[in-house]
C-alpha cells in the first residue's frame, strides 16, 4: 500500500465533517458544494481512470455510510463520476490539469453529473428530470467548481501533493 | 485465452466500471433488507458521535435544561393553541354534538438537530436520540413552530428524520378552516397541495394541518399556512403552495411526539 492508496482516505475524514457540519451553513437555496467530487476529481486527475473510477466507488460508500442516507447511491454516482472525470487524465499534463481553470472546468462538469444523478436515484423520481438536471445539477456544480478555486491556487505554488 | 487478454486489456476502464456499478446497484436495491439497514445503523452511528463532538463545544455556551424546558412549554402551548383553534370550529359546526372527537395528549421527547442533509430535492436530519430516548420509526417530529417530519430509521442514540422538504415523503393534510383534504408533496422548490377543484373556496393564509384521514400522523399538527395558488393547465384543478410554520434551515430544536406507528403502514412508506 502505498500513500497515493490511504492519503485520499485520510483527507476524506476531515473533508466528510466540513462537508456535514459547516457546508450547510453557508447553502444557498437548498445548493451545497460537494468537496468529495473535488477530492475525487483531483486524485483522478493525478492517478488515472481506472484509479478515479475505484476511489470514486470507495469514497461514495464512505459518503453513504457517513451520512446514513441511500446504501448505493453515493457508490453508484460517484464511480460515474471518477470514471467521468478520468476521460481528462493524460499522465504529461497532470500539472497542467490541476492547476488552471481546466481543473475548475473539470469539477464543474462531473459534480453536475454527480449531482444530478444523485438526486435521480434518491428522489425515486418524483421530481421533474429537467428540474434535477437545472436546479440540482448545474447550480451544485457551479457552487462545487467555485469551491475548486483554491486548489488551483495551492497547486500552483506547490503546497499540494502530487 | 489470448482474446480474453486482449477484450481485458482493450476495455478493463468499463469492465471495472461496469462490474463496480452492478455492485452498487445491487446494494442500492437491496436497501431496505434487514442487514444493509443494520450496516448503515451501525456506520452512521459511530460516525454521529463525531459530530455530536463538534456540537457539544457549541452547546457549552447555552443554558440546557432551562432552554429546553421552554422550548418544550412552547411546543406544547402550540399543540394547544392549535387544538384549541381546531376545537372552537368544531363547535361552531357541530354544537350538538361537543366531544364527537378524542383528542389525545401526546408526550413529547426533546432532541437536537445534529446533522442537516441540506439538498433541493431530498432533506433529512439526523437528531441526537434514539431508541434509548423513546424514539422508533414512524414518529412525527415537531417544534415550537409545526411539524417537521417524520422518523425514518433510529439506532440507539440518533435517528434519522425525513424532513417535509424531501419528495419521497407524502402526507395527507386538510385545510383547518373547511376541512378540505389533499395530498401534500416537496416539489425541490416549494411545499405543495395538488389537484384541488377550482370550485372550492381556498384563501391565501389559511392554515394546512394534518388531515384526520393520515396514517402517518395524529390530526390537527399545523404544518403552515397557504401562500399562492396556481391553477393547472386544464383550469379545473389548483395547485396549493403552502408556506411551512417551521424553519428547515434555522431551527435546531425539535420534539419526537410519542405514538406507534403500525409496522405495516410504515412498510409501504419505505417502499
Known amino acids: 500500500m502505498s500513500l497515493k492508496h490511504y492519503l485520499p482516505l485520510i483527507i476524506f475524514i476531515p473533508l466528510i465533517l466540513i462537508q456535514l457540519n459547516i457546508i450547510p451553513l453557508i447553502s444557498f437555496a437548498y445548493i451545497t458544494p460537494d468537496l468529495i467530487v473535488i477530492l475525487l476529481v ?23 455510510i457517513s451520512t446514513g442516507g441511500i446504501l448505493g447511491a453515493g457508490m453508484f454516482t460517484k464511480s460515474i463520476t471518477g470514471f467521468i472525470a478520468g476521460y481528462f487524465y493524460n499522465e504529461n499534463k497532470i500539472h497542467f490539469n490541476t492547476s488552471t481553470l481546466l481543473f475548475v472546468f473539470i469539477v464543474f462538469i462531473t459534480s453536475t453529473l454527480d449531482a444530478f444523478l444523485f438526486a435521480m436515484i434518491t428522489s425515486q423520481m418524483a421530481v421533474s428530470i429537467a428540474f434535477l438536471f437545472f436546479e440540482t445539477g448545474l447550480l451544485s456544480g457551479f457552487y462545487t467548481a467555485a469551491f475548486s478555486l483554491p486548489v488551483i491556487l495551492l497547486r500552483k505554488n506547490k503546497f499540494i501533493y502530487e | 485465452m489470448l482474446l480474453i487478454k486482449n477484450i481485458w486489456q ?32 451501525i ?112 439506532t440507539e442514540k440518533y435517528c434519522l428524520v425525513r424532513t417535509l422538504q424531501n419528495s419521497t415523503l407524502k402526507l395527507s393534510v386538510k385545510i383547518q378552516r373547511n376541512n ?9 422548490n416549494n411545499l405543495i397541495v395538488k389537484n384541488i377543484p377550482v370550485q372550492y373556496e381556498v384563501n391565501i393564509g389559511d392554515i394546512i394541518v394534518t388531515s384526520d384521514f393520515s396514517t402517518l400522523m395524529p390530526p390537527s399538527l399545523p404544518i403552515g399556512t397557504v401562500k399562492d395558488k396556481e391553477k393547472n393547465i386544464s383550469g379545473l384543478f389548483s395547485d396549493l403552495i403552502i408556506q411551512p410554520y417551521a424553519d428547515f434551515v434555522e431551527d435546531n430544536y425539535v420534539f419526537l411526539l410519542i405514538i406507534k406507528q403500525d409496522k405495516n403502514i410504515w412498510k409501504n412508506l419505505i417502499k
Open chain 2, 43 to 154: 456506520s452512521s452511528g459511530g460516525f454521529l458521535i463525531i459530530n455530536s463532538l463538534s456540537n457539544f463545544f457549541q452547546d457549552i455556551f447555552s443554558s440546557d435544561d432551562e432552554l429546553e424546558e421552554l422550548r418544550r412549554t412552547n411546543a406544547e402551548l402550540m399543540l394547544e393553541v392549535n387544538r384549541l383553534r381546531e376545537f372552537s370550529l368544531e363547535v361552531e359546526e357541530l354544537r350538538e354534538i361537543f366531544h364527537y372527537k378524542n383528542q389525545d395528549d401526546y408526550p413529547l421527547i426533546p432532541a437536537r438537530i445534529i446533522n442537516k442533509t441540506v439538498s433541493k430535492v431530498n432533506n433529512y436530519f439526523t437528531l441526537n436520540c434514539g431508541t434509548d430516548d423513546g424514539a422508533a420509526t414512524g414518529m412525527p417530529v415537531i417544534n415550537h413552530h409545526g411539524l417537521i417530519g417524520i422518523v425514518e430509521d433510529a
Open chain 2, 10 to 41: 482493450k476495455y478493463k476502464e468499463y469492465i471495472i466500471l461496469i462490474f463496480l456499478l452492478l455492485i452498487s446497484l445491487i446494494i442500492l436495491l437491496s436497501n431496505n433488507e434487514a442487514e444493509n439497514r443494520k450496516i448503515s445503523k
Open chain 2, 180 to 188: 378540505l383534504d389533499g395530498i401534500l408533496t416537496w416539489n425541490g
Open chain 1, 42 to 64: 483531483y486524485f483522478t486527475l493525478v492517478y488515472g481512470q481506472i484509479y478515479g473510477t475505484v476511489l470514486g466507488f470507495v469514497l461514495g460508500f464512505l459518503v453513504d
